[in-house]
Structure formats: structure tokens, C-alpha cells
């Protein structure tokens, strides 16, 4: 089942945080995190597993809350590069296939 | 990270004929390959999972005789698009899986039916 992303879409200036959301219906073993640009393929930021663990990537990081199955990616101090579309991808039993969400489409500017 | 390579990177082609699409993993050697359709500005939809040495695992929907999946290699895994129609065009990105789970996608290849 798809998880929830949120919010949908989320322009930023300079400098500004944001937090984007993923919530499943589903209990999960692991979280991954994407970023998309425009015509590109996905990049993968981190993987997060089930333990409630938080980390971070340069000022990208992200907490794991396995037992409300709820993922955030935090983005601090952004910059003009961070613009792009997030994806979350969950993981349920470990080695499935991702199943990923529909997208936090995020713009940040000067 | 992890580099994948896909090829071509865009293909354009007349209805009725087949495209074959090449995804490599260049530095590692992935077991487990994923194919995935992407529409503008839609997330990634799984269509298929591509394992060395074994038949792939298609998702619900997807035809198998249409969209045709090899994995001959550890570092090779082929995607046919058989007698394409010009709703086949979109998106196809192929991802391989790291030791931890993790995926690393190609660069994509942007299919045009005309």
C-alpha cells in the first residue's frame, strides 16, 4: 500500500527548514529516502530501519518512528540545490520491492 | 554511491516494433533488479522485479509477453517493450538493490511511440 507523503508541494527561501512527511498503513521495516530533479533519475539520500533511528546527511536528516509507522525528513538551512521532488520508499518485510509515495515536490528560492 | 547506467537514454520509435532498454550496475554486483514506469510529475510505479538467473516477478497489471524482462548477469538486466503502442511511452527507470536495501536508480530512459 502506497504510503502518505505530505505536504503535497513546498516553496522555501534561502536558508529556510522544512520537514516532509511519510505515513504507512502498514507496519514497516525500513524507510527510504529519494530526491528527484526535473528529468532525472532518483537519487538516494538514506535508509532508515525499523528502531526509531534518526540520521543525517550533511543538513538533510530523518527520524524513524516505528511504532506510528511515520518517517520525516528534515531539511535545514536550505539550499537552492534541495530543490526537487522527495520520495519516501517503505519496506514492510525487509526485502520487498519499495513501494513509493506520490511526491513532495519542493522549491526553494533565492 | 552506487552507479547505475541505462541505454538508451531516449528512444523513439513507430508503433508495432520493439525497443530494448539496458540497465548495468557498473561498480557492484546487484542480484536483485527493479523496472519502473514514470509518469510527468507522478511518483515511480513498480513494474516488474529482475532477478539473476531466475524469471522476473511482475507486478499486478503488467503484461509479461508485452514488457519482457532478462537478467542474464549480475551487472545486466534488459527491459523489451514487444509491439509498442503510443500509450507504451513514458518514463523507464531501472533501479538495482544495494547490500543494505537501499536502491540506485538509473538515469532513466524516456520512450517516445509515434
Known amino acids: 500500500q502506497q504510503p502518505v507523503q505530505s505536504p503535497q508541494a513546498v516553496i522555501l527561501r534561502e536558508g529556510e527548514d522544512a520537514v516532509i512527511n511519510c505515513s504507512s498503513s502498514?507496519?514497516?521495516?525500513?524507510v527510504h529516502w529519494y530526491r528527484q530533479k526535473h528529468g532525472e533519475a532518483p537519487v538516494f539520500l538514506m535508509i532508515l530501519l525499523k528502531g526509531g533511528e534518526q540520521k543525517g546527511h550533511e543538513k538533510i536528516s530523518a527520524s524513524f518512528n516505528e511504532k506510528k509507522q511515520q518517517s520525516s525528513l528534515y531539511l535545514t538551512a536550505s539550499q537552492l540545490s534541495y530543490s526537487g521532488t522527495y520520495f519516501c520508499g517503505t519496506d514492510s518485510l525487509g526485502n520487498t520491492p519499495l513501494v513509493f509515495g506520490k511526491g513532495t515536490r519542493l522549491s526553494v528560492i533565492a | 554511491g552506487a552507479v547505475v547506467s541505462q541505454h538508451p537514454s531516449r528512444v523513439i520509435c513507430k508503433s508495432g516494433t520493439s525497443v530494448k532498454i539496458e540497465c548495468r550496475s557498473l561498480d557492484f554486483q546487484a542480484t536483485t533488479m527493479f523496472w519502473y514506469r514514470q509518469f510527468p510529475k507522478q511518483s515511480l510505479m513498480l513494474m516488474a522485479t529482475?532477478?539473476?538467473?531466475?524469471?522476473?516477478?511482475?507486478e499486478q497489471g503488467v503484461e509479461k509477453d508485452k514488457f519482457l524482462i532478462n537478467h542474464a548477469s549480475l551487472t545486466l538486466s534488459t527491459l523489451t517493450v514487444t509491439s509498442a503502442h503510443p500509450e507504451d511511452s513514458s518514463f523507464y527507470i531501472c533501479?538495482?538493490?544495494?547490500?543494505?536495501?537501499?536502491?540506485?536508480f538509473g538515469p532513466g530512459t524516456r520512450l517516445t511511440v509515434t
Open positions: 533501479s538495482a538493490r544495494g547490500t543494505r536495501g537501499e536502491q540506485y
Open positions: 529482475s532477478n539473476e538467473g531466475s524469471k522476473a516477478t511482475y
Open positions: 502498514k507496519a514497516l521495516y525500513s
